[in-house]
């Protein structure tokens, strides 16, 4: 079924200038996703240290950028009128700086969505995709979570996530906003801030810096490649229904152990790079997601494996040092995460 047509029409990408915002909108203006051919795009992004304006296409007819804070009411109210829709990507997302300081993560995640929900009932926005993680759900032993279990956190980043779904969905119920929420698993790819395994992983082997790993590297991750998070959320902003919840999960799971051993043999690096450290408080042992219902519903279908996909995200760490060194040592990060010192 062909996507509805979008010609003329507006949409809002907050935290758009970050690695999943900016790859979304790279492939919308860039005429990935059918429909969107003629859609204009603001994106709003504070410009933290995740926040890059090398990510976007600066000078596309259709992008605009604005500079500002999620969490500021009467810029959200100056900006929204006009736009169609609005995709809400903008959070603080790195465990381990929660686990440090959870105050700014409750401010932008929780503040910062019931901010912006305001303002789209105010200014009348007619569809909210509300971007969350499949670390809302806690761990799992065995099996995979549906749309229809508990949250049940266990970070501070993840407490705050789950805490942004539950307003999204009660502005959805009390006020009738038209809010879809998606819950991704692990993402991937270029232009991934190396406060992240992969890329801090990457950046590391590449300089010849060891990788630190935590605890034993049992802990199991399912792996999505950007672009095909990126796809579903697409398919969710067209077709996705008022105050539903979808899974975008990568169906392929990972130790970090092996995803540790496949880097160093992509990297050409031996094991005596890797360094054990101390496993992180809390650490969740294994997330899964159940995305029957986005396949069922939407179409949706991941096409990147995790063995094309990261040997590709390898490659473009490798040809774009220019980048990543500006980020990794820009200044913007104090935590010790981009220095190698503590794994994302």
Not at 69 to 83: A, F, K, S, Y
Request: charged share 25%; glycine share 10%; net charge negative.
């Amino acid at each position: 079924m062909a996507a509805p047509s979008s010609a003329g029409k507006k949409l809002l990408v907050t935290g758009g200038a970050g690695f999943i915002g900016s790859h979304f909108v790279r492939n919308l203006l860039s005429g990935v996703y059918e429909g969107h051919e003629s859609t204009r795009v603001t994106v709003l992004d504070k410009l933290t240290y995740a926040g890059n304006l090398d990510n976007l296409p600066a000078h596309h007819p259709r992008l605009e950028f604005v500079r500002g804070d999620v969490c500021d009411g009467p810029l959200l109210r100056e900006l929204l009128p006009g736009h169609d829709a609005v995709v809400h990507f903008a959070a603080e997302s790195h465990v381990d700086r929660s686990v440090d300081s959870g105050a700014e993560f409750v401010r932008t995640n929780v503040g910062g969505t019931q901010t912006l929900l305001e303002a789209c009932l105010s200014t009348g926005v007619g569809k909210v995709v509300h971007i969350s993680t499949d670390e809302v759900y806690g761990s799992i032993a065995e099996g995979a979570w549906t749309e229809e279990r508990p949250l049940l956190p266990n970070s501070p980043y993840a407490a705050s996530k789950a805490a942004s779904d539950l307003i999204a969905r009660a502005y959805w119920r009390t006020h009738g906003l038209n809010v879809s929420i998606t819950r991704c698993s692990n993402n991937y790819g270029p232009y991934q801030h190396p406060e992240k395994l992969i890329p801090l992983f990457v950046t590391n082997l590449l300089e010849g810096l060891p990788v630190p790993l935590y605890g034993d590297g049992r802990n199991v991750r399912e792996w999505l490649h950007v672009d095909d998070h990126c796809g579903a959320i697409a398919l969710v902003l067209d077709k996705g229904g008022a105050g539903e919840v979808y899974n975008i999960g990568g169906g392929e799971e990972q130790t970090n152990l092996h995803v540790t051993e496949r880097l160093l043999d992509l990297c050409g690096a031996e094991t005596s790079r890797v360094r054990r450290v101390a496993d992180r408080k809390g650490h969740d042992l294994r997330y899964a997601l159940d995305s029957t219902k986005i396949r069922e519903e939407l179409g949706h279908r991941p096409r990147v494996s995790f063995e094309r996909g990261l040997a590709d995200t390898v490659d473009w760490y490798r040809s774009n040092l220019a980048w990543w060194k500006a980020v990794k040592y820009s200044g913007k990060d104090t935590g010790q995460q981009c220095r190698g010192e503590i794994a994302s």
